[in-house]
């Protein structure tokens, strides 16, 4: 397998990323959906890299971009004032699936969650996606809440 | 109904807090779980004040503390670059229910998220709670993911 590095998006990744985030037929699905680098991604890209308590980490693979996560730290008073961490918007290049680069992302996700003190993460995933829910299962992960959204 | 209000939480609001955190079986059941406001506590209570992307709301009632929630907002890349608030450790006193409080305190945090620019509320109800997710369900909130955890 080519060597895989994981690091903080850069600006110049953003069309990479999108395209990524595009390559899902349930997000394409979702209303408001984009390939287009738009103020609105310009914008949510600067919060996220000026917000020291979220990381937007990109997987890359002989110079491409392949995976991407975001990650947000949250402190908390449950749990004895445990820190968490969410994971958002998991995503492994389709073509590229099955060579363990998505357990190679979440476990770089996992010791960057340590590194700032999390004793716990999360993350919620579409009930539609069976076999994210095996992959998860496969990292320790416990199906033990409900998700529930609602638009506002 | 004695007039019910909310607003930030205050460090003298930790022990009323902590409180009514711990007032519920689910919660005590898990590990790292105090009444104590320790330094871990007092840490967590900093930065949640300290983060202008989290907000402790507290519900008062006759001068005393009856429910919280946290608030977490998200911005992310995902659906045109839709901003997403995060509800974490939603209690109302469990001598006071049935008397929608916690409806005002959910309606409450969607008017501080529609306020902040978020598109979506999420939150992640634990799978024995099914009073809760009817109640979420209620206010409009669909159980269309899975909720996955995993200690670190």
Chains 1, 2 share one sequence.
Do not use: W
């Not at 004032?81 to 099955?98: F, N, Q």
């Not at 998860?136 to 959204?149: D, N, P, T």
């Amino acid at each position: 397998m080519p060597s895989l590095t994981f690091r903080h998006a850069k600006a110049t990744d953003l069309p990479s990323l999108l395209k990524l985030l595009a390559d899902d037929a349930i997000a394409q699905s979702r209303t408001g959906y984009t390939e287009e680098v738009g103020p609105a991604i310009q914008t949510a890209f600067e919060e996220i890299t000026a917000d020291p308590n979220n990381e937007l980490i990109v997987g890359e693979q002989d110079g491409q971009v392949v995976a991407t996560l975001q990650l947000t730290y949250i402190p908390g008073l449950g749990r004895g004032g445990l820190r968490r961490a969410l994971v958002e918007a998991v995503r492994v290049r389709s073509d590229l699936r099955g060579q363990r680069i998505g357990e190679a992302l979440m476990v770089d996700a996992m010791e960057r969650a340590r590194a700032r003190g999390c004793g716990l993460i999360q993350l919620t995933t579409d009930k539609r996606r069976h076999e994210a829910q095996r992959f998860y299962a496969r990292l320790g992960f416990v199906a033990s809440h409900e998700g529930m959204k609602r638009p506002l």
